[in-house]
């Protein structure tokens, strides 16, 4: 039985759970920021530990695979890079941190707006951008923040 379950496991899947996983915890977060659910599920370590275990699956079969530095070559170039993301295996940990890091970073976007009473229509286009790509949607926020909190700092 244990075995029927490991062959389910595979990359393939594990890749769309975590991509469909992760949506309702957006979700939460545009709809339903004010929420104790909310703050529970989606501003917690909940979906980022969710996101870790899968991390931690794939890097322990790289482990067993005995391939973990075989072509890393995270600052060679750019074609050392896109050698790098040729294997599955490294391409699904790294699509795994990205995940958990907008995840993370659009948490912290809610309870941040939330202390400098941005409004919820303007926090959305913020969430959704973070959600799509990551640092677009951080930086439109931060420049949100500055009108809201009256204040320009780099290290707040």
């Not at 600052?75 to 599955?88: I, K, P, T």
Request: with cysteine; glycine share 6%; charged share 10%.
């Amino acid at each position: 039985m244990i075995n029927d379950l490991l062959e389910l496991v595979n990359y393939e899947t594990i890749y769309l759970i975590a991509n469909w996983g992760v949506i309702p915890f957006w979700l939460l977060l545009i709809f339903f920021p004010n929420s104790p659910f909310t703050s529970f599920f989606s501003q917690s370590v909940v979906p980022i530990f969710l996101l870790s275990a899968g991390y931690l699956y794939l890097g322990y079969n790289l482990f067993l695979d005995g391939n973990i530095f075989d072509g890393f070559e995270l600052y060679g170039g750019l074609n050392d890079l896109y050698s790098m993301f040729a294997n599955e295996t490294i391409l699904l940990i790294f699509w795994l941190h990205f995940l958990a890091i907008s995840l993370f970073v659009g948490s912290w976007i809610v309870r941040d707006s939330k202390k400098f009473f941005v409004p919820r229509i303007i926090t959305i286009p913020c969430l959704v951008l973070t959600y799509f790509s990551g640092p677009v949607g951080l930086v439109i926020y931060w420049f949100v923040r500055i009108f809201f909190s009256k204040k320009f700092s780099f290290n707040d």
